[in-house]
């Protein structure tokens, strides 16, 4: 599941993974976030924006997540 926020406030944001029965354990996060959507790596900052790991609970096919802002967030959910 891919999420983007390009606002400057946290999000939250309803998600329903149709048609799975039963969600896994071992969900994991990954999220690419700067400070304002403008910034950028350059030779000065070559790691101002970055993929970072991010921990996700999700149980359940229906859930809520926050967003942080300026973001795009990677959900790997286990599902059946």
């Known amino acids: 599941?891919?999420?983007v926020n390009a606002s400057a406030q946290s999000r939250e944001v309803a998600v329903e993974l149709a048609g799975v029965k039963s969600v896994k354990p071992g969900a994991k996060g990954i999220l690419l976030a700067g400070a304002?959507?403008?910034d950028v790596n350059d030779f000065a900052a070559p790691?101002?924006?970055?993929?970072?790991?991010m921990p996700v609970q999700i149980s359940m096919p229906k859930f809520n997540q926050a967003v942080?802002?300026?973001s795009f967030l990677?959900?790997?959910?286990?599902?059946e």
Do not use: E, G
């Open 74 to 79: 990677v959900l790997r959910v286990p599902v």
């Open 36 to 38: 304002k959507l403008a």
């Open 68 to 70: 942080p802002p300026n």
């Open 47 to 53: 790691n101002r924006v970055t993929p970072r790991p």
């Open 1 to 3: 599941v891919k999420l």
